[in-house]
């Protein structure tokens, strides 16, 4: 099963009926998968090829676990570039918080400087999904870039229209996170086929509306068809945050065939930049939605 995110699904981070595809042998009643569709079958030391337990394990229905190897990515390896991602966000958005005024005086200078960050985070984040290799450096280097972006926004929403707003939408997108998680670690989200062609299909759809609304607000002023403002916009605005919990379960998920597979260990920079990606989503639908529930009081 592919990722929705084109980080993972460039790489190892996906399944055929159930199974990662980290693996080189093909899978029983699925599809062939030869060394031309898996990114990790010729090199030296694959721990699935090592793993004498691996047949039968499939047999079982159950992933072959990846035997201790080093140079292989762990669950503390996605923790620790995690945060460092994250962190390289909060401290670049706490400086564009505090350095980049938004009064009525610098407010344009302030909005021009963080639609600059927020087109030149766009462009590394696209540049890091379609290489071949993690780089740190440009990973990080979107995260600050996207924090400087995040900082203005956030001061813009909890100055000018709701005072806590920045706080909340912290709170709101940590305590989805938790949620995901948890729910996901009892088995209450079962990532399989289905799921993940309810979620891309539900995603298409509302990224297409978005972009109409936006052709309507260019063309026609105002805010186009209502998408983000008033009811339709408190109802898209919860929409886009159950998306982005969609897309945690899906992160987590690949994030966990990478360590039960043997990915490498820096794929772990990977797995912080897709989680990144997605919580910078719904902390956005979260600041989205706040502030068009205080403009209707």
């Known amino acids: 099963?592919?990722?929705?995110?084109?980080?993972?699904?460039?790489?190892?981070?996906?399944?055929?009926?159930?199974?990662?595809?980290?693996?080189?042998?093909?899978?029983?009643?699925?599809?062939?998968?030869?060394?031309?569709?898996?990114?990790?079958?010729?090199?030296?030391?694959?721990?699935?090829?090592?793993?004498?337990?691996?047949?039968?394990?499939?047999?079982?229905?159950?992933?072959?676990?990846?035997?201790?190897?080093?140079?292989?990515?762990?669950?503390?390896?996605?923790?620790?570039?995690t945060a460092s991602t994250l962190g390289t966000l909060i401290v670049t958005a706490a400086l564009a918080w505090a350095l980049l005024p938004v009064d009525d005086a610098n407010i344009s200078r302030s909005y021009g400087i963080g639609i600059g960050a927020a087109l030149i985070g766009m462009v590394l984040a696209f540049v890091q999904s379609f290489k071949r290799k993690a780089s740190p450096a440009l990973i990080l280097s979107y995260a600050a870039f996207e924090g400087v972006f995040l900082g203005v926004v956030s001061s813009v929403v909890d100055n000018r229209i709701a005072s806590g707003a920045a706080m909340q939408a912290v709170i709101g997108t940590m305590a989805v996170f938790a949620g995901v998680l948890i729910a996901y670690r009892a088995g209450w989200i079962r990532v399989n086929r289905r799921f993940y062609g309810f979620v891309m299909a539900a995603a298409l759809g509302f990224v297409l509306l978005m972009m109409v609304n936006l052709l309507f607000a260019v063309f026609g002023g105002g805010d186009g068809l209502g998408?983000?403002?008033?009811?339709?916009?408190?109802?898209?605005?919860?929409?886009?945050i159950l998306l982005g919990a969609c897309f945690l379960a899906l992160d987590f998920k690949q994030v966990e065939d990478g360590i039960a597979y043997g990915a490498p260990k820096e794929e772990a920079w990977l797995a912080a930049f897709g989680l990144t990606l997605t919580l910078v989503w719904i902390y956005l639908e979260f600041l989205r939605l706040i502030a068009i529930l205080n403009s209707n009081d």
Do not use: E, K
């Open 227 to 240: 998408f983000r403002s008033g009811p339709l916009g408190i109802v898209f605005g919860v929409i886009g």
């Open 1 to 81: 099963m592919r990722s929705r995110n084109p980080v993972f699904s460039r790489r190892g981070f996906s399944r055929d009926n159930g199974y990662a595809g980290f693996n080189a042998s093909p899978q029983a009643g699925g599809p062939a998968v030869g060394t031309q569709a898996n990114p990790y079958a010729q090199q030296a030391g694959n721990p699935y090829a090592q793993n004498p337990y691996a047949q039968t394990d499939l047999q079982n229905g159950a992933p072959p676990q990846a035997p201790a190897t080093t140079g292989r990515m762990t669950m503390d390896d996605v923790v620790l570039r």
